[in-house]
């Protein structure tokens, strides 16, 4: 009897639901805040999340030295030194995360827009050179300094391309993104220590129920998710509302010519504007792996889709509408496949994002991060 | 050679080809008859390209049979190029779940041919275009109204509900999928059977060939005028009285329809299909093959398929890099060809005036 399943475990998937919405969240404002700015689905966003994941997993293990399993056991830490193993995966997720939401902005839709620079030549130029070294060469060494030997004529050819300063239609850059995602998914997978295989992140956190609500355990990581996810939330919004900076983003969102001529530089709003959703997408993913404690290259995927439909069911360009938006799809997966069963979950999602589009077509709370500040 | 000039070779090739198509152009109109019939037959002589000396060696498909790979993925990828064309380049509709009509396609020939009744392909075919093209209405009713980039993502929405619909229905034949599917007909020496990949080129070359022509009658006509409309300025052609609704639901079923189309001549050839053949990312290849191609260019879309399809077979060398490959090679040919490699003319127009540098459309969009 599928709806005595939801009675009994109403609260337990309300935890879950919130938890999980949280993480969609984080990810959403990623697509939300360069949709704003740009009108682009940054589609590679969810790469920016899976890398998020595994530099979780690296400053773990390679960084901090954590092993797997100790004497049998998860390596549980407790007290300081946990918190402290937490806020250094955090830092790593979010700064490989952010520094590469903000190198696919350069390389992959800068050149687009016609103001590409030399940083995005030489990180095109470096995938061209490694490119063809793989028609050459069979090891990654070898790729890699091939690679490097040709960035440099590579790179100042494409610096000249870029001189001419053409503007792309706006399909090409959503092309682009996909190319790029594609790219970095299958980089993960083809070079990755253990290829398609999926990867475990060491368990420091002993997930123990902190307290009992409506009969329900109350697990550790997902009051850390909440509070985390929330803390995050508002210190974006603090910074787009009260900033300078914020105000930058809120200007060329509204309108990008009136922003230029009033002495905005658009160009490095829209770095921050991508860094910002990078760092939000490495929290994301940080909390990911302390609640699934796991990461797989093709992760970002599906989460991707789902985090742009709530920011689309919230209102894409409304960064509250991104938080409401993932509660909302993270509650109604968790209730639905419990009335409808597990496979039908992903359904559910899109029929919700079909009838609320239907009835609010700017989805919940419209969209607005032009006028973010209310 | 380094990958940007052999980048830059491709696209002054493209540059070459619009260039002989308007000398072409000049010519009385037997030279161009009897030159449009020259090139039909070398693409129908296709299959045995790979036995020619310099050319065999470019288009041969190391590890793969070079027939298979034209029926199973460029005939298909070329027919479904040419379909969302008409969606994404023709009306400016952004459609992320193309792959749910294919599989619409596909699976009403599965069902009708071998799941639940045996019906023969010629008469499933014409079932499976006229119900992908319901399919479309139905999706393109309550959607149509939405603007460009929610569309997308109801559209994405779409594919993975009939993929996940299919994948859980046993009415359906669930994960395990439908096998047995018919064949279409044999036709004196054409018989298709699973050892002989031709019959179902030809098959497939034809109906691309009766499909372009279609759909260049269309594109000439009023409807293709009003797409044209839409697409620059949805609010101006409503304003000079294009009813816009209905021309975006015309172009979403004429596209959805072949889109089935595609889907049927699919299900007829590998006789077996399972949802896993109809994965979102296929949805995505598909738009790629279209502005890679040149978005609203027929012959881009053409270009783009073909090329999508035939790509990842011809590197079989880089084995699992090949992906890698097309992810980068998408990025890079985006960067320096934005308008695809055969863009449309109008566009080219337009790309002209961006040239100069323009402070116009700072962000790739006006409101």
Redesign the interface.
């Known amino acids: 009897m599928r709806d005595w399943l939801i009675y009994r475990t109403f609260w337990d998937l309300t935890v879950t639901g919130v938890a999980l919405g949280s993480i969609y969240a984080l990810v959403a404002l990623g697509y939300t805040l360069v949709?704003g700015?740009?009108?682009?689905?940054n589609f590679a966003h969810s790469e920016i999340f899976m890398i998020g994941t595994f530099a979780s997993l690296i400053t773990a293990t390679n960084v901090l030295g954590l092993p797997m399993l100790e004497a049998g056991q998860y390596p549980y830490r407790t007290g300081f030194q946990l918190v402290l193993i937490l806020l250094a995966c955090l830092l790593g997720s979010m700064v490989l995360s952010g520094a590469g939401a903000v190198a696919l902005e350069r390389?992959?839709y800068r050149?687009?827009?016609?103001s590409?620079d030399q940083f995005g030549a030489v990180v095109?130029a470096f995938?061209?050179?490694f490119?063809?070294g793989?028609?050459f060469f069979d090891t990654p060494k070898s790729n890699l300094i091939f690679g490097i030997i040709?960035t440099g004529?590579?790179a100042w050819?494409?610096l000249n391309?870029f001189r001419?300063?053409?503007?792309?239609?706006?399909?090409?850059?959503?092309?682009?993104a996909?190319?790029?995602?594609?790219?970095?998914?299958?980089?993960v997978?083809?070079w990755g220590p253990r290829d398609r295989e999926q990867y475990q992140t060491p368990r420091v956190l002993e997930k123990k129920t902190l307290f009992k609500l409506f009969g329900t355990d109350i697990r550790i990581d997902y009051v850390i998710v909440i509070i985390g996810a929330l803390l995050m939330m508002t210190a974006l919004l603090l910074f787009v509302n009260r900033t300078r900076l914020g105000r930058g983003v809120r200007a060329v969102a509204q309108?990008?010519?009136t922003a230029?001529i009033l002495g905005v530089n658009?160009d490095f709003v829209i770095l921050i504007t991508f860094l910002l959703g990078g760092v939000m997408a490495g929290g994301a993913a940080m909390m990911f792996t302390l609640v699934y404690d796991q990461s797989k290259f093709n992760i970002g995927?599906l989460l991707g889709?789902k985090s742009?439909?709530a920011a689309?069911l919230g209102g894409?360009g409304n960064l509250k509408g991104a938080l409401l938006g993932g509660l909302v799809l993270g509650l109604s997966e968790n209730y639905g496949s419990a009335l409808f069963?597990g496979?039908?979950k992903?359904?559910i999602?899109?029929?919700l994002?079909?009838v609320v589009?239907?009835f609010r077509?700017t989805g919940l709370l419209g969209e607005s991060l032009a006028k973010a500040r209310v | 050679m380094s990958l940007s000039e052999s980048l830059r070779s491709v696209t002054s090739g493209a540059r070459s080809v619009s260039r002989l198509g308007e000398a072409l152009g000049k010519q009385s109109r037997s030279v161009r008859w009897s030159f449009g019939a020259i090139c039909i037959l070398a693409l129908y002589l296709l299959p045995w390209w790979p036995n020619v000396p310099v050319l065999g060696w470019i288009v041969e498909t190391p590890g793969t049979s070079f027939p298979s790979v034209l029926t199973d993925q460029v005939v298909i990828f070329v027919l479904v190029a040419l379909g969302l064309n008409v969606v994404v380049g023709l009306a400016g509709l952004l459609d992320l779940g193309y792959v749910g009509f294919y599989a619409v396609g596909a699976y009403t020939v599965a069902i009708l041919s071998s799941q639940h009744a045996n019906l023969p392909w010629l008469l499933c075919m014409p079932i499976a275009v006229l119900v992908s093209m319901l399919a479309g209405v139905i999706l393109g009713t309550p959607t149509l109204r939405l603007r460009g980039d929610y569309l997308a993502i109801v559209t994405l929405g779409f594919g993975e509900i009939i993929r996940i619909t299919a994948n859980n229905m046993h009415w359906l034949g669930d994960s395990r999928g439908i096998s047995k599917i018919a064949t279409p007909p044999s036709i004196g020496p054409l018989k298709f059977t699973v050892l002989d990949a031709k019959p179902y080129f030809f098959l497939g070359l034809t109906t691309i060939l009766i499909v372009i022509f279609l759909l260049r009658r269309l594109e000439n006509s009023r409807v293709g005028r009003s797409w044209n409309a839409i697409r620059e300025d949805e609010d101006a052609a409503e304003l000079m009285g294009v009813d816009t609704f209905k021309f975006k639901l015309w172009a979403f079923a004429i596209g959805a329809a072949i889109g089935g189309l595609a889907g049927s001549l699919y299900a007829g050839k590998v006789q077996f299909i399972n949802p896993s053949n109809f994965p979102l990312q296929l949805s995505i290849l598909f738009l790629a093959a279209v502005v890679l191609g040149g978005a609203g260019n027929m012959w881009g879309a053409v270009v783009g398929g073909a090329l999508v399809a035939w790509m990842p077979e011809r590197f079989r060398g880089f084995a699992d890099k090949r992906v890698f490959v097309f992810g980068v090679a998408l990025v890079l040919v985006m960067v320096f060809r934005p308008q695809g490699l055969i863009p449309r003319k109008i566009r080219k127009e337009r790309w002209l005036e961006s040239w100069k540098p323009s402070t116009e459309t700072a962000l790739g969009h006006k409101e």
Do not use: C, H, N
């Not at chain 1, 700015?37 to 689905?41: D, E, P, T, Y």
């Not at chain 1, 239609?169 to 092309?175: D, E, S």
């Not at chain 1, 996909?178 to 970095?184: K, L, P, Q």
């Open positions: 949709y700015v740009l009108r682009l689905i390389a992959a050149p687009l827009r016609g590409g095109l995938v061209s050179a490119v063809v793989l028609i040709g004529p590579i050819m494409y391309i001419r300063g053409r503007q792309a239609p706006r399909l090409a850059f959503l092309i682009s996909i190319g790029a995602s594609t790219a970095i998914t299958e980089a997978a083809i309108d990008v010519e230029k658009v995927f889709v742009f439909t689309v894409i069963g496979q039908w992903d359904v999602a899109f029929v994002l079909l589009l239907m077509p």
